[in-house]
């Protein structure tokens, strides 16, 4: 998968809204951070225009509105910001991530259970040779 360039947390708000909302409109959009940020409607679009010029967003123009959506499934958009995150931020090494969540992470039951599960499919494959997907 190719890597898009990273986003700022201004643009993850809005991507994480739009994600939860979509199809937006700049309007509906602008209101969200006006309430939240104080963001005006400028600031909304500019976001939302490099979100969509990176990748992250894309949108259609319906009634004589464009309508704002991801580019890609949540779950894949989610797992691409963590892999950029572990790429630029952590360089590259996950130790950091892995200790925040042994020591710092309030995780509930059902959680580790799931981290359980990650660790046990991740041994399954270097057992069988695979490698993990993209």
């Given at each position: 998968?190719?890597?898009r360039?990273?986003?700022?947390?201004?643009?993850?708000?809005?991507?994480?809204?739009?994600?939860?909302?979509?199809?937006?409109?700049?309007?509906?959009?602008?209101?969200?951070?006006?309430?939240?940020?104080?963001?005006?409607?400028?600031t909304?679009?500019?976001?939302?225009?490099?979100?969509?010029?990176?990748?992250?967003?894309?949108?259609?123009?319906?009634?004589?509105?464009?309508?704002?959506?991801?580019?890609?499934?949540r779950?894949?958009?989610?797992?691409?910001?963590?892999?950029?995150?572990?790429?630029?931020?952590?360089?590259?090494?996950?130790?950091?991530?892995?200790?925040?969540?042994?020591?710092?992470?309030?995780?509930?039951?059902?959680?580790?259970?799931?981290?359980?599960?990650?660790?046990?499919?991740?041994?399954?494959?270097?057992?069988?040779?695979?490698?993990?997907?993209?």
């Open positions: 998968m190719a890597r360039p990273g986003i700022g947390e201004a643009e993850m708000e809005i991507l994480r809204y739009v994600a939860e909302h979509h199809p937006v409109t700049v309007r509906d959009v602008a209101e969200y951070v006006a309430a939240t940020k104080g963001h005006t409607r400028t909304a679009l500019n976001a939302m225009e490099r979100l969509r010029k990176k990748g992250y967003l894309t949108r259609e123009k319906a009634e004589g509105v464009y309508r704002y959506r991801p580019a890609m499934p779950p894949q958009m989610l797992r691409g910001l963590v892999r950029d995150f572990v790429q630029q931020m952590l360089g590259g090494s996950i130790e950091p991530f892995m200790a925040y969540l042994a020591q710092d992470a309030r995780l509930t039951e059902t959680e580790v259970e799931e981290l359980r599960r990650l660790v046990s499919d991740l041994e399954s494959r270097e057992e069988d040779g695979h490698e993990p997907p993209d």
